[in-house]
T-cell receptor, first 112, second 111 residues
Framework: KAGVTQTPRYLIKTRGQQVTLSCSPISGHRSVSWYQQTPGQGLQFLFEYFSETQRNKGNFPGRFSGRQFSNSRSEMNVSTLELGDSALYLC???????????FGPGTRLLVL | ELKVEQNPLFLSMQEGKNYTIYCNYSTTSDRLYWYRQDPGKSLESLFVLLSNGAVKQEGRLMASLDTKARLSTLHITAAVHDLSATYFCAVDIDNTDKLIFGTGTRLQVFP
């Protein structure tokens, strides 16, 4: 079974731009969560989608948004990029609620 | 606010030695996860502990959970170089899929 895939793997943007990251969960998984990992703040929860509905949201500004499609694929969008948004963005999927989440390889975003 | 603390943050151990990583969390949760992350890589699931007193073992790693003490441990037995990685514990809160991660413990095993 293929794992969680994320595209692109690497991205360089400049301040003020916006970016869209994509995540394809493991086949059959309905829940997709997004996390941001930085050396200073560690791993932080962004949001979680289940059957196209956002169920949980972390403490991030409104510039961070996401959505999930009917095939469970998910995208997250960051608008008006700031230098502090440079991070590894990890997507995780799980088949249902409160079970192990399986992480993708991540998208490394660098904001200049 | 839920806090998840791990100690030590950094651990350098000799091959063949035993050691324990501790994970404390500040609110009630009946579900705790351990993940491993190699440099530049993603997170790999190691264990999920679902109830008080749960113990799981895989190879040289053994994890346990004490929900009353809000403490989980990851015990390493006879460490080998391949175990060098960063280990994270995570708890979910409010019966959701929102995982709160610990700070991570960077483990280096040397000959």
């Amino acid at each position: 079974k293929a794992g969680v895939t994320q595209t692109p793997r690497y991205l360089i943007k400049t301040r003020g731009q916006q970016v869209t990251l994509s995540c394809s969960p493991i086949s059959g998984h309905r829940s997709v969560s997004w996390y941001q990992q930085t050396p200073g703040q560690g791993l932080q929860f962004l949001f979680e989608y289940f059957s196209e509905t956002q169920r949980n949201k972390g403490n991030f500004p409104g510039r961070f948004s996401g959505r999930q499609f009917s095939n469970s694929r998910s995208e997250m969008n960051v608008s008006t990029l700031e230098l502090g948004d440079s991070a590894l963005y990890l997507c995780a999927s799980s088949p249902d609620t409160r079970v192990t989440q399986y992480f993708g390889p991540g998208t490394r975003l660098l904001v200049l | 606010e839920l806090k998840v603390e791990q100690n030590p943050l950094f651990l350098s151990m000799q091959e063949g030695k035993n050691y324990t990583i501790y994970c404390n969390y500040s609110t009630t949760s009946d579900r705790l996860y351990w993940y491993r992350q190699d440099p530049g890589k993603s997170l790999e699931s190691l264990f999920v502990l679902l109830s008080n007193g749960a113990v799981k073992q895989e190879g040289r790693l053994m994890a346990s959970l004490d929900t009353k003490a809000r403490l989980s441990t990851l015990h390493i037995t006879a460490a080998v170089h391949d175990l060098s990685a960063t280990y994270f514990c995570a708890v979910d809160i409010d019966n959701t899929d929102k995982l709160i991660f610990g700070t991570g413990t960077r483990l280096q095993v040397f000959p």
